[in-house]
């Protein structure tokens, strides 16, 4: 069973750019969630979606957004680009609604000059 | 919100010997994992245990939901335990984990 995929792996961007990550859940998990790991805040939640509906959301400014396809895939935008945004980007997937096992993709790392 | 806090924050073995990682919450949890991530950044799911005592191979978890910690063991450990690991829990139901700040483990050969 493939795991959680997740690219790009590394991407460098300027500021003020956006920058989209994409994130394949493993296959049946219609849950997938995403936090963010920086060394000085550590890892954050970010937002949550199920069967295409945001469930939750951390506490990020609105550049920060994202959405879920029927497939269940899926992608995180980021606008106009700060230095601050440089961080691990983690995508997590978990096949129940409400808790279980949540298995983490290899992350794509951002790097914003 | 709640809050999590790991001890010890740093942790330096010998292979072979064995330890014990601490996770403190302040508030009633539905959902407690650990997690071990490796030098590459990878998160590894170690164990789901929101309560009672869960054994895989070498770790070992407890979880005591009244007092509020859980408790990582590790025994034996070899140089491929090092890394950071990662307490994390959640009580709103939406998979909305709140983590540690890990508590960063070497083990030397």
């Known amino acids: 069973k493939a795991g959680v995929t997740q690219t790009p792996r590394y991407l460098i961007k300027t500021r003020g750019q956006q920058v989209t990550l994409s994130c394949s859940p493993i296959?049946?998990?219609?849950?997938v969630s995403w936090y963010q790991q920086t060394p000085g805040q550590g890892l954050q939640f970010l937002f949550e979606y199920f069967s295409e509906t945001q469930r939750n959301k951390g506490n990020f400014p609105g550049r920060f957004s994202g959405r879920q396809f029927s497939n269940s895939r899926s992608e995180m935008n980021v606008s106009t680009l700060e230095l601050g945004d440089s961080a691990l980007y983690l995508c997590?997937?978990?096949?129940?609604?409400?808790?279980?096992?949540?298995?983490f993709g290899a992350g794509s790392r951002l790097t914003v000059l | 919100g709640i809050q999590v806090e790991q001890s010890p924050p740093d942790l330096i073995l010998q292979e072979g010997a064995n330890s014990t990682l601490r996770c403190n919450f302040s508030d009633s949890v539905n959902n407690l994992q650990w997690f071990h991530q490796n030098p590459w950044g990878q998160l590894i799911n170690l164990f789901y245990i929101p309560s009672g005592t869960k054994q895989n191979g070498r770790l070992s978890a407890t979880t005591v939901a009244t007092e509020r910690y859980s408790l990582l063991y590790i025994s034996s450990s070899q140089t491929t335990d090092s890394g950071v690991y990662f307490c994390a829990v959640d009580n709103t139901g939406f998979q909305k984990l709140v983590f540690g700040t890990g508590t960063r483990l070497l083990v030397s050969p």
């Open positions: 997590a997937s978990s096949s129940y609604i409400g808790g279980g096992v949540l298995t």
């Open positions: 296959s049946g998990h219609r849950s």
